[in-house]
């Protein structure tokens, strides 16, 4: 007697040959048509569908279907008849191993996630165009540098440092600034921070300083936070990192969007002209946007509201056609610069203040596309310092020495196989001819007979051949000296340019410092980790190690004895302070409109229009998403719900209320944060006479400021320019 699975159904000889024609349950479901290509930003070129393996809006290869491929198929490009249904013997009986569909569907999405990155894991990347401001040939014969005018393609991903891939935006965190140049003779990877100096003079340190802000490993957390005890003890007990923390205490650290911050390529790079002679550079990016950050009780808030912040900034920007622009400056010097500065220009701990050596513009870069796909571009790509171009070299700055072993190793890691540089978006743009052979992955079928050089087989120049005129030679160099493992005096002063960045700033950034601080350190559990940090901050300053000691509650510690006395006559550099370069206008920046039943239509419009005008974004916000009743009647939708769009996403609001309309509004308790929050943060705030009862649900009524605008009787225009200041840090909150 034959057993059955609970299932009564034997199949019968003439069902095991035939398929059931009719479809299965539960059968295919309908799908709408795909949508019609948005008419925004770049959008407008970019329709839903591209043919198969067709380059994509930059070139690269894409697998998508195109308008003739509307069948689905396997891998193997196998047309399947059904993909609701796994193939099973009977109608309730069990899965067969024959249904090499399902398999193949389920084996690779088994094998979707590849290693994160081990730091920087959370980033965002957009492509651009970088264009040369002046022929540079007298300082480096790089090709990207080459005229006026010439343009290299770009890629460009900003990342967080300690978090993990699926952690959130606005970490307190040191931000990545890495550029991949696709340049004409070989991709250069200018890979940098948002902060031009460093934690550790030394590559050697690197893994202990990650292993200390990343999560404690026997707890697991915090997440993408430096404010615990391992990273501080770490901190205290690594004087060299001190002027990099007044950097990471600052608002640099909580940037408002990637398009709103400085980059810094960090090390003393070499740029080599055409006779093999050198000068030391620095480089920097300097946006156009103007610098911009937000406050610390925003930015945990932000976390909340919006986890995704900072990419989707930057995605809005690009689809909106708002295209984010940096410059490229360089400082350049020579020996006898080196020899002079007060410290030594290969400590990726020290800055050279702009004001001694001012900064020269030679490009200007251009963010323009959004990815296609984030996991094959953003993901893959893979930056690498070790990848110059000719007409640029390193020098013995032992950090980068180190990074340039570890950022090839760790690709190999992440991606997999060597042939990773054949992947679309690390493939160089140009041409490409080694004798690097097979691997893992490799996706060229590379012909010919011969696999080393010189040969007798690819003709007369026995080539490809190396070319001593073409082709990138470092500079010669002399060096000398016993092997040691010793770090040079030179390096050995860590406090005196934390100091001169400390008495840089205003006085709102180094309250906001001092704010930070006391938060990172009240974080500790271990009172010495607290104090050893606060002895180190009195090298730096008096008045910034007691108005951290005072608001941590504990006695000023002894200063820790200094390895190399700190010197306290630099002079100030008004360039390390982000006032000296604040945004010129609202443009870029985001205005929230709280909006009631009952307002004007022409009082939304006017103020709406004016500030899209202005370059900025608006999104209204209502009671329900699905919109107000304007006096006149007509309903409008609204782009938020009040509990899902709170003021911190925004830069500067607008409140229009008018009658019962504001009342409800003013009973919910979202509304309630959104206008105190929008005050004790800062913000530019503007109301209708109407509005009173979200004034008063904020608090805020009797402590309306200047920067409070009554839209009443203000014009949009001047409202517009008011909101152009980036924060009313007189007010009292
Ligand atoms: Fe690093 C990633 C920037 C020191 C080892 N680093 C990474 C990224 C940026 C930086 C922006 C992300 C790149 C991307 O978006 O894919 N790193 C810096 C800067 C440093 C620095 C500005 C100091 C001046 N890094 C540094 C040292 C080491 C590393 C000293 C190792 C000895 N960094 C890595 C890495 C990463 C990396 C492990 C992780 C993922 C990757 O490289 O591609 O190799």
């Given at each position: 007697m034959g057993h059955h699975d609970g299932d009564?159904?034997?199949?019968?000889p003439a069902a095991h040959r035939h398929q059931p024609a009719a479809p299965s349950y539960p059968p295919a479901p309908e799908v709408p048509s795909p949508p019609t290509p948005s008419t925004a930003g770049q959008a407008a070129?970019?329709?839903?569908y591209t043919p198969r393996t067709q380059p994509g809006k930059g070139g690269e290869l894409h697998q998508q279907p195109g308008p003739d491929q509307q069948v689905l198929t396997t891998a193997q490009g196998l047309p399947l008849a059904d993909d609701q249904n796994s193939l099973t013997a009977g109608e309730r009986g069990p899965t067969l191993l024959e249904d090499f569909a399902l398999r193949e569907k389920i084996f690779h999405f088994d094998h979707e996630r590849i290693p994160e990155?081990?730091?920087?894991a959370r980033g965002y990347g957009a492509h651009g165009t970088f264009t040369a401001a002046e022929d540079l040939s007298d300082l480096t014969c790089a090709s990207l540098f080459a005229e006026a005018g010439k343009q290299t393609p770009v890629f460009v991903r900003f990342s967080t440092v300690a978090?993990?891939?699926?952690?959130?935006?606005?970490?307190r965190d040191v931000r990545g600034f890495a550029v991949k140049f696709y340049t004409d003779e070989g991709n250069w990877d200018l890979?940098?921070?948002?902060?031009?100096?460093?934690?550790?003079?030394?590559?050697?340190k690197f893994p202990d300083l990650v292993h200390a802000v990343k999560e404690e490993q026997d707890r697991?957390?915090?997440?993408?936070?430096?404010?615990?005890d391992t990273f501080w003890d770490f901190a205290g007990l690594m004087p060299e990192s001190t002027h990099m923390l007044l950097w990471q205490m600052s608002d640099r650290a909580i940037p408002?969007?990637?398009?709103f911050m400085q980059g810094f390529g960090v090390h003393t790079f070499r740029f080599v002209d055409a006779d093999g002679a050198s000068t030391y550079v620095k480089f920097h990016w300097v946006p156009r946007q103007g610098l911009q950050s937000v406050v610390w009780n925003e930015a945990v808030k932000i976390n909340g509201a919006d986890p995704d912040f900072h990419r989707k900034d930057l995605w809005q920007a690009i689809q909106n056609g708002d295209l984010p622009e940096w410059d490229l400056a360089v400082q350049t010097f020579d020996d006898e610069f080196a020899d002079r500065?007060?410290?030594?220009?290969?400590?990726?701990?020290k800055v050279i203040p702009e004001e001694q050596v001012p900064l020269r513009v030679i490009g200007t870069l251009r963010l323009e596309r959004t990815v296609d796909n984030v996991f094959s571009e953003t993901e893959q790509v893979a930056f690498c310092t070790q990848n110059i171009v000719r007409g640029i070299d390193f020098t013995n700055d032992p950090l980068l020495q180190g990074r340039n072993f570890s950022y090839l190793d760790t690709q190999l890691k992440r991606?997999?196989?060597?042939?990773?540089?054949?992947l679309p978006i690390n493939a160089p743009r140009c041409p490409v001819a080694h004798f690097q052979r097979d691997g893992?992955?490799?996706?060229?079928?590379?012909?010919?007979?011969?696999?080393?050089?010189?040969?007798?087989?690819?003709?007369?120049?026995?080539?490809p051949r190396a070319d001593a005129e073409r082709g990138y030679r470092s500079v010669a160099r002399h060096e000398s000296g016993d092997t040691r493992r010793t770090r040079p005096e030179?390096?050995?002063?860590?406090y005196s340019q934390a100091g001169q960045f400390w008495r840089s700033q205003s006085a709102t950034e180094q309250q906001h410092i001092r704010m930070a601080f006391v938060f990172e350190l009240s974080?500790?559990?271990?009172?010495q980790i607290r104090t050893r940090v606060v002895a180190n901050l009195r090298n730096v300053d008096e008045e910034l190690a007691a108005g951290v000691a005072d608001g941590l509650g504990m006695e000023l510690p002894d200063a820790t004895e200094a390895h190399q006395a700190p010197r306290h006559d630099l002079p100030e550099s008004p360039?390390?302070?982000?006032t000296t370069r604040?945004?010129?206008?609202?443009?870029?920046r985001k205005l929230g409109i709280l909006v009631t039943d009952g307002v004007e239509a022409t009082v939304l419009d006017t103020l709406r229009d004016t500030f899209e005008q202005g370059g900025a974004l608006v999104e209204t916000i209502g009671l329900k998403v699905g919109g107000v009743t304007l006096a006149d009647g007509t309903r409008r939708p609204v782009d938020h719900k009040i509990d899902g769009a709170p003021?911190?996403?925004?830069d500067a609001v607008a409140l229009l209320g008018d009658g019962t309309g504001a009342e409800e509004l003013a009973g919910h308790p979202a509304t309630r944060d959104f206008v105190s929050d929008a005050f004790s943060h800062y913000k530019v705030i503007g109301h209708l006479p109407g509005a009173r009862a979200l004034l008063e649900a904020g608090g805020i009524d009797g402590s309306?400021?200047?920067?409070?605008?009554?839209l009443g009787s203000v014009d949009p225009q001047e409202f517009l320019a008011a909101c152009g200041a980036l924060r009313h840090w007189a007010r009292d909150v």
């Open positions: 009564a159904t034997t199949p019968t070129d970019n329709p839903v990155r081990v730091v920087h978090g993990n891939l699926g952690s959130f935006d606005l970490a890979v940098g921070n948002n902060i031009p100096v460093f934690f550790v003079q030394d590559a050697v697991g957390w915090p997440q993408a936070q430096s404010a615990h408002r969007s990637f398009r500065f007060e410290f030594d220009v290969l400590d990726a701990t991606l997999g196989s060597p042939n990773f540089t054949q893992h992955m490799q996706t060229g079928a590379q012909s010919g007979r011969a696999t080393y050089e010189p040969n007798s087989f690819t003709g007369a120049a026995a080539g030179s390096f050995a002063d860590h974080k500790c559990e271990i009172p360039a390390l302070s982000m604040a945004p010129e206008s609202f443009a870029g003021s911190v996403l925004f309306l400021d200047e920067a409070c605008h009554d």
